[in-house]
């Protein structure tokens, strides 16, 4: 890479990323009209040594090794490209239309790993996007007016869906309401109501 790593804070608590990869959060931002979903994006070497160290005990058990927790698939420091602040890991590639606007702004899913099957392995990571300047078709696009767009305001009818990949809690967000769902059965009807 070179230089000196840049980080720009990409506010609301999210984290920070690479200036243009946190450019093009904030165009994502205004795109969707509310905060991007970022669980999280630029992350410190001793982070992703620590990740590493869990995916591999964990992959270990998988080999018929010793018990330990489940862990995502993570790469170390010298790998990451969290380190770098050009990925992010969101929710909102469960989301055709949000994933739709994540893609057009250079972003792809490159963590996607599936048996000869078509499955799903342990190292598959849905949620993980990496930005690519060349694919990114707003880069040459002004800065959205006012910065990071504010957080979602909701008015009375109107509620959020959220499912939280790293617990897999549900919430229902709403007008100035958060409700925690305790049953996962109630999730296809939750999603039919709310989206």
Known sequence: MGGALVKTDLGHGRGWASPKAAASIRRIDAQLERLADINEAGRSPEHANANRARWLAYERYLNGGPWAPKAPYALGADQSVHCWGNAA??????????????????WKQTARYFDRNGRPTAKDEPWHGEYFEHLDNHRNDPAPAGGVVAAPKFKEDEMALIRWNATGAIFVLGFEKIFYVKDPNRLPSLRQRHG
Request: glycine share 6%.
């Open 89 to 106: 890991d969101s929710d909102d590639w469960y989301n055709a239309q949000a994933a739709a606007v994540w893609r057009d702004n250079g």
